[in-house]
């Protein structure tokens, strides 16, 4: 559907420009689709249909459903990062399944398998990396940055969402402004 189609139908005028940027993509062209788990804000598991087309990590309540849940663009969104799982014979913590992105807050996710999660991380992350503004610098040695750096630090990750309502927020892996979710 195009963004004009999106925005010609019922309700578009509630809907993000995020929403309606992904809504135009191709579903066709997804890097990767399947269901996923996703934890809501009460801690409960919801059963989903993700896909990632484009940049944008996009969900719908079923496989079969025309309309768009969710859109995070994933060039605003920090690198995931695997879960650990409870520690395994060696001692070590295994994979759980699960995996986090923080967009405007953590948002947590499970796949069904331990290789299920590390497939959908990789396709993530390798959409990532095809935008060169998404590289990050190096970090500074701890001696160069001074109390400036940490001044920077604390300010940087103090805007956070908790409603998470079309709000903006700083501390992007590119130093731009995000949107929060695009939530219908």
């Keep these: 559907m195009s963004a004009a189609a999106a925005s010609a139908s019922p309700g578009a005028s509630k809907k993000s420009p995020l929403l309606l940027e992904a809504m135009g ?4 062209r997804a890097h990767i689709r399947g269901y996923l788990r996703k934890r809501n ?16 990590f996009v969900y719908y309540k079923r496989a079969d459903s025309p309309d768009m849940l969710c859109a995070m663009d994933l060039y605003q969104a920090d690198p995931p990062r695997v879960l650990p799982g409870p520690p395994g014979p060696d001692g070590r913590p295994q994979n759980s399944g699960a995996f986090c992105i923080n967009y405007d807050r953590d948002r947590t996710f499970k796949a069904s398998s331990a290789e ?39 300010a940087g990750g103090a805007a ?13 892996a590119t130093g731009q402004p995000r949107g929060c979710c695009a939530v219908m």
């Design 25 to 28: 993509c191709d579903r066709a």
């Design 116 to 154: 299920d999660a590390e497939r959908w991380v990789g396709v993530i992350l390798a959409v990532q990396r095809a935008n060169p503004a998404h590289a990050r610098a190096p970090p500074a040695p701890p001696e160069a940055a001074g109390p400036a750096a940490d001044d920077a630090d604390k």
């Design 41 to 56: 804000r009460h801690d409960q598991w919801q059963k989903r249909f993700f896909e990632v087309v484009d940049h944008y």
């Design 160 to 172: 956070r969402s908790p409603g998470g309502a079309e709000i903006e927020s700083s501390g992007s």
